[in-house]
Protein backbone atom coordinates (compact mmCIF):
# COMPACT_ATOMS: atom_id res chain seq x y z
CA UNK A 1 0.00 0.00 0.00
CA UNK A 2 3.11 2.31 0.46
CA UNK A 3 4.15 1.87 -2.58
CA UNK A 4 0.60 2.46 -4.50
CA UNK A 5 -0.06 5.77 -2.40
CA UNK A 6 3.51 7.42 -2.98
CA UNK A 7 3.11 6.13 -6.83
CA UNK A 8 -0.61 7.93 -6.68
CA UNK A 9 0.42 10.67 -4.96
CA UNK A 10 3.10 12.02 -7.03
CA UNK A 11 1.35 11.25 -10.16
CA UNK A 12 -1.56 13.45 -9.15
CA UNK A 13 0.74 15.78 -8.15
CA UNK A 14 2.87 15.90 -11.29
CA UNK A 15 -0.56 15.67 -13.27
CA UNK A 16 -1.97 18.78 -11.19
CA UNK A 17 1.61 20.61 -11.86
CA UNK A 18 2.00 20.45 -15.33
CA UNK A 19 -2.19 21.34 -15.58
CA UNK A 20 -1.58 24.55 -13.84
CA UNK A 21 1.28 25.39 -15.62
CA UNK A 22 -0.98 24.99 -18.63
CA UNK A 23 -3.50 27.43 -17.50
CA UNK A 24 -1.90 29.75 -15.76
CA UNK A 25 1.16 30.37 -17.95
CA UNK A 26 -1.49 31.95 -20.79
CA UNK A 27 -1.46 34.48 -18.77
CA UNK A 28 1.82 35.39 -17.71
CA UNK A 29 1.68 33.58 -14.34
CA UNK A 30 3.43 30.59 -13.47
CA UNK A 31 1.69 27.90 -11.00
CA UNK A 32 2.32 28.55 -7.50
CA UNK A 33 2.11 32.66 -8.15
CA UNK A 34 -1.83 32.26 -8.11
CA UNK A 35 -1.65 31.79 -4.66
CA UNK A 36 0.64 34.84 -3.77
CA UNK A 37 -1.69 36.85 -5.89
CA UNK A 38 -4.88 35.68 -3.86
CA UNK A 39 -3.18 36.82 -1.02
CA UNK A 40 -2.60 40.66 -2.34
CA UNK A 41 -6.07 40.42 -4.30
CA UNK A 42 -7.33 39.90 -0.56
CA UNK A 43 -4.51 42.40 1.02
CA UNK A 44 -2.67 44.61 -1.17
CA UNK A 45 0.56 45.93 0.56
CA UNK A 46 1.59 42.91 2.36
CA UNK A 47 5.23 41.70 2.92
CA UNK A 48 6.80 38.74 1.47
CA UNK A 49 7.16 37.48 5.14
CA UNK A 50 3.04 38.00 5.92
CA UNK A 51 2.67 36.23 2.42
CA UNK A 52 4.63 33.34 3.73
CA UNK A 53 2.74 32.80 6.79
CA UNK A 54 -0.33 33.11 5.41
CA UNK A 55 0.86 30.21 2.91
CA UNK A 56 2.67 28.01 5.28
CA UNK A 57 6.08 28.63 2.87
CA UNK A 58 9.54 30.11 3.72
CA UNK A 59 10.21 33.50 3.34
CA UNK A 60 12.61 32.68 0.68
CA UNK A 61 10.58 30.62 -1.73
CA UNK A 62 8.08 33.98 -1.60
CA UNK A 63 11.15 36.15 -2.44
CA UNK A 64 12.07 34.41 -5.39
CA UNK A 65 8.67 34.52 -6.49
CA UNK A 66 8.11 37.94 -5.99
CA UNK A 67 10.86 38.58 -7.64
CA UNK A 68 10.35 36.44 -10.76
CA UNK A 69 6.54 38.09 -10.56
CA UNK A 70 7.66 41.80 -10.29
CA UNK A 71 10.12 40.88 -13.58
CA UNK A 72 6.68 39.80 -15.36
CA UNK A 73 4.75 42.93 -14.34
CA UNK A 74 2.44 41.79 -11.89
CA UNK A 75 3.45 43.45 -8.89
CA UNK A 76 6.00 46.42 -7.46
CA UNK A 77 7.82 46.36 -4.46
CA UNK A 78 7.31 49.40 -2.70
CA UNK A 79 9.62 50.45 0.95
CA UNK A 80 7.91 49.70 3.63
CA UNK A 81 6.42 53.24 5.66
CA UNK A 82 7.75 52.92 9.19
CA UNK A 83 10.71 49.54 8.67
CA UNK A 84 13.41 50.60 5.98
CA UNK A 85 14.24 46.25 6.24
CA UNK A 86 11.03 45.83 5.26
CA UNK A 87 9.29 45.93 1.66
CA UNK A 88 5.46 45.85 0.64
CA UNK A 89 3.91 43.97 -2.32
CA UNK A 90 1.55 46.11 -4.50
CA UNK A 91 -0.40 44.83 -7.25
CA UNK A 92 -0.02 46.26 -10.53
CA UNK A 93 -2.78 47.41 -12.77
CA UNK A 94 -1.95 44.20 -14.85
CA UNK A 95 -1.48 42.41 -11.54
CA UNK A 96 -5.32 43.79 -10.61
CA UNK A 97 -6.51 43.60 -13.78
CA UNK A 98 -5.72 39.03 -13.80
CA UNK A 99 -7.95 38.38 -10.59
CA UNK A 100 -11.31 37.81 -12.24
CA UNK A 101 -8.84 35.58 -15.18
CA UNK A 102 -7.08 33.58 -12.98
CA UNK A 103 -10.21 32.65 -10.69
CA UNK A 104 -11.62 31.11 -13.51
CA UNK A 105 -8.95 29.32 -14.45
CA UNK A 106 -8.64 27.98 -10.97
CA UNK A 107 -12.50 27.12 -10.70
CA UNK A 108 -11.62 25.40 -14.45
CA UNK A 109 -9.08 23.49 -12.97
CA UNK A 110 -10.69 22.41 -10.31
CA UNK A 111 -13.53 21.11 -11.87
CA UNK A 112 -11.68 19.37 -14.39
CA UNK A 113 -9.56 17.55 -11.62
CA UNK A 114 -12.84 16.40 -9.56
CA UNK A 115 -15.18 15.90 -12.54
CA UNK A 116 -15.45 12.13 -11.53
CA UNK A 117 -16.24 12.74 -7.98
CA UNK A 118 -19.61 13.78 -6.14
CA UNK A 119 -19.77 16.45 -3.63
CA UNK A 120 -19.61 14.48 -0.77
CA UNK A 121 -16.58 12.57 -2.19
CA UNK A 122 -14.56 16.05 -3.12
CA UNK A 123 -15.00 17.34 0.54
CA UNK A 124 -13.92 13.81 1.87
CA UNK A 125 -10.87 14.29 -0.63
CA UNK A 126 -10.33 17.88 0.75
CA UNK A 127 -10.40 16.70 4.19
CA UNK A 128 -7.90 13.41 3.44
CA UNK A 129 -5.08 15.71 1.93
CA UNK A 130 -5.82 17.99 4.90
CA UNK A 131 -4.94 14.92 6.90
CA UNK A 132 -2.18 14.02 4.81
CA UNK A 133 -0.65 17.49 5.46
CA UNK A 134 -0.86 17.65 9.12
CA UNK A 135 0.25 13.77 9.40
CA UNK A 136 3.62 15.14 7.62
CA UNK A 137 3.87 18.66 8.49
Avoid at 18 to 35: L, M, P
Wanted: hydrophobic share 40%; glycine share 6%; charged share 30%.
Amino acid sequence: MTDEFQTAFWTAKRAMAVAAEAAYNRHGVRAGQQFILQCLWDTDGLAPGEIARRLELATPTVTRATTRMESAGLLRREPHPTDARLVRLRLTERGHALESVIAEEMTRLSERALRTLDPAEREQLVRFLGEIRRNVG
